[in-house]
């Protein structure tokens, strides 16, 4: 069994490649991974890719700098040292909070941006000086290629791909 | 077609019936002079001090008998006996220690502090005559103008979407186009208001009072006198009369073109509606601020803001969306809209959540602006506000703000019915709450409350509201059949 062998089809064409993978999904072929230069609509809900929590984590994030920036300015301005700053109320929180509002809310559009986009940069794996992984230079410019692993079934596969309007299909040798 | 249901048509008529008995009843209670007034205060003044605490009887009395007695102490001009008079006042009532010194300090005014007290209860008691009797009035202007408003956002939005071409939005122009039907009915009641205003059946203008602009009148404003060149009756009802019939103009030309173009062969009557509703977008921007001074920044003559304008636009804004949602989802829920899908839902709820962290903006901008520099003429507006009004107040940016944001905030209850018409209401509501602050301080004052009155308004208007628009509905096929965009919306999802 050559475990680390895969097809790799390539198409030259978005419509052909969405075709491609609801054929290959229907006829239950593992697609292991897609790569294409720019978005394709729809391709996520073709492939049946589980939907993003990214926006979930801003959320949290967001609360996390409305938290910081409150207990930061709650702290220096009411409780550490409440100066008496051009007759602004400095009793508490609440009496001073309109002039607060404005860093609230920076902070928390702050956190809830930045480490979303860290989360995003740590869960595509992507950073300066990382190699990257393209199979084929095509595919940043105008092919789309679809990954699809093999299991002694590779005659089947390839014949299959060729039927599925693909312009090139490749068996590659995987380390 | 859509045909107005019998179960929908008796309940907005209950509402009207309803509405037209409770106003009714709120102008028959109103006090009619000055001694059903002083007959309040003084039921008000006894329950105050009663309700309270054991010891206010005697509280008062010994107040009573201190005051009399620095009363006739220095009409005696007995000066020695001033002092335990003053030590009596310090041990008895530590209230009338303050008064009593000051009232001690000069004997030869005395006379006349006395009288200017009388003066300043007979004030007192004309001014909340003067509330009271605008209680109903007001309660009448603000559901009247609140309704009239929101089919005219629903009428900016619809010019903004042939404006912008917008691809998704077409199937619902006939439901748009239903909701502003209500503009003519309803502006024709509110100018009838501004009229009955004009001629002093009520007094929710205090510029119009006899006698403001006059000096040496005993209503003599020198604010107002300033301003009397642009706040003058006649001018002020002129500018109604024009923007009224501008905004009604749009409506009608804008629904006969769109029904027009079902029938062409070209696209003629299309462009004709794009242009049309560009100027009138145009025309909307100022007409929109002028009529937020007139209508609403007016009943508080001595105070001004610039932002103002573009607050009010964004409140009735917010309302607009969230009410063609509303019906939108009705009728689909009575399959009256195939053509409607989740999507459209989802962009309409998507409107309702920015538009309402956008009113947000504003009422914060203003209020944080006015907070911060805390210019004394400027600043009197929040104060009554946050005083009087606390509640209804900083209630409305939970309503509008906090409420919205958290519900809306996901976009999978952006497509889920009832959550956003339980969001719609909560927005409406909170937007009725934020005209209601702009109107009330200025007219009752701390007079306010939500009763029979303000509920029977909002009834009536809501009865009327949702007969003039559902019968509209009727009147048309519900998705236009040749607008250039209605393919692409008919298939439009996100």
Redesign the interface.
Known sequence: MSSNKVIHAIYNDDDVLMDAVHKTRAAHHHIEEIFTPFPVHGLDKAMGLAPTRL?ICA?IYGCIGLTVATVMMNYIMITDWPQDIG?KPSFSYIQNM??F?PVMFEMTVFFAAHLMVITFYMRSRLWPFKEAENPDVRTTDDHFLMEVAVHDNEAELVKFFEGTGAVEVKVIDKH | MYTFSSKLKTFSFVLMIVGILGIGYGFLTAPKDIHEVEAILKAEEAEHHGGGHEAAPVHEAKTESATHEAHTEPVAAVTPSETPVDSVAHDTAAAVAHTAPATHAETARHDAKASAGHDEHKEHAEHVLHQLQNKPWAALYVACLFFMLIALGALAFYAIQQVAQAGWSPVLFRVMQGITAYLLPGSIIFFILLLLSGFHFNHLFVWMNDGVTEVGHENYDALIAGKSGYLNFPFWIIRAAIFIAGWNLYRHLSRKNCLAQDEATDNSFYKKNFKMSAAFLVFFIVTESIMSWDWIMSVDPHWFSTLFGWYVFASFFVSGITTISMVTLYLKSKGYLENVNSSHIHDLSKFMFGISVFWTYLWFSQFMLIWYSNIPEEVTYFKTRIEDFNLPFFGAVAMNFVFPILLLINTDFKRVSWIIVTAGVVILFGHYVDFFNMIMPATVGDRWFIGIPEIAAILFFLGLFIFVVFSALTKAPLVPKRNPFIEESKHFHY
Do not use: E, K, L, R
């Open positions: 926006a959320f007759g309109p002039a509002v």
